[in-house]
């Protein structure tokens, strides 16, 4: 018997990125909000059995392990 538990409501895995709009009404610097969002930019690929990659995956939620923004 084999058995998945997937835990979809992991608290740093669904922060939703866009909230980020939020910053520039608290007064934060324009240059710095634009650095966070770049460090959050990122996209993923899965390996196929094949050896081949799907396309680019855009990764739009979550947050990075031990960062300190988490």
């Known amino acids: ?7 979809f409501t992991s608290t740093f895995n ?14 934060f610097p324009t240059d710095a909000i634009n650095v966070v969002i770049d460090i959050y930019t990122a996209h993923t690929e899965i390996q196929r059995p094949s050896g081949k990659n799907t396309e680019s ?7 990075i392990q031990g960062d300190n923004l988490s």
């Open 57 to 63: 995956i855009p990764v739009e939620r979550g947050t």
């Open 14 to 27: 669904t922060t939703d990125r866009d909230i980020q709009w939020i910053w520039y009404g608290l007064g």
């Open 1 to 7: 018997m084999y058995a998945l538990l997937v835990d």
